[in-house]
């Protein structure tokens, strides 16, 4: 167990939709990163927050958004679904961009898209 | 720019046989972090090993090596006697210090372990 908590595990909806994904970091981590992992683009990095700026930012589409609250927890918003969205989604945590410590991720939400 | 090339997409080996995994990485900055990371089959991401671009020690851990050469810009990684357990997708990754720590992956390396 790796300490950071993703749901849901699984999503269903159908293109045009929008969905709320959430991710909760290991305890003292205040860094959180978004990942997608699909067929087509392997696993890439979407967008990283820390303390609750936005940090750094990768091959996320402006459809995508996401944020992170006071109590550290993420949400990564998806809109205007598209079939191509269709993906595994990873946060994953450490401590602070520069501590030096690995990443630990969660176990992913499942998105298909109808 | 950053790159990291996994270029055996898929491996199969027999039971306690030895497998290494490639991995050779692209990177302007001088101080760097090379990551394994193991997808099995129920999708998680484990974390396997972290490296720093000072630090060329191989690694064991019990069946695990990894080989780290700057000279060649590689981190292989090997399995010794494989197992079935160890069927699963690797990731090399690398982050650069002094960024924001994301990673960069491989496309993995699909290894599958026969029995």
């Known amino acids: 167990d790796s300490g950071v908590t993703q749901t849901p595990k699984h999503l269903i909806t159908a293109t045009g939709q929008r969905v709320t994904l959430r991710c909760s970091p290991r305890s003292g981590d205040l860094s959180v990163y978004w990942y997608q992992q699909s067929l087509d683009q392997g696993l890439q990095f979407l967008i990283q927050y820390y303390n609750g700026e936005e940090r750094a930012k990768g091959n996320i589409l402006e459809r995508f958004s996401a944020q992170q609250f006071p109590d550290l927890h993420s949400e990564l918003n998806l809109s205007s679904l598209e079939l191509g969205d269709s993906a595994l989604y990873f946060c994953?945590?450490?401590?602070?961009?520069?501590?030096?410590?690995?990443?630990?991720f969660g176990d992913g939400t499942r998105l298909s898209i109808l | 720019a950053q790159k990291v090339t996994q270029a055996q997409t898929e491996i199969s080996v027999v039971e306690k046989e030895d497998v290494t995994l490639d991995c050779v990485y692209e990177?302007?900055?001088?101080?760097?972090?090379l990551f394994w990371y193991k997808q099995p089959p129920s999708g998680e991401l484990v974390f396997l090993i972290r490296?720093?671009?000072?630090?060329?020690q191989n690694e064991i851990s019990g069946r695990y090596s990894w080989n780290f050469q700057k000279s060649t810009s590689s981190f292989n990684f090997t399995i010794t006697a494989s197992q079935v357990v160890d069927s699963a997708v690797y990731f090399c990754a690398l982050s650069e210090a002094g960024g924001a720590n994301n990673l960069f992956f491989g496309t993995g390396t699909r290894l599958t372990v026969i029995p």
């Open positions: 994953a945590s450490d401590r602070a961009p520069d501590s030096n410590q690995p990443q630990h």
């Open positions: 990177t302007r900055d001088t101080t760097y972090y």
């Open positions: 490296r720093n671009s000072f630090d060329e």
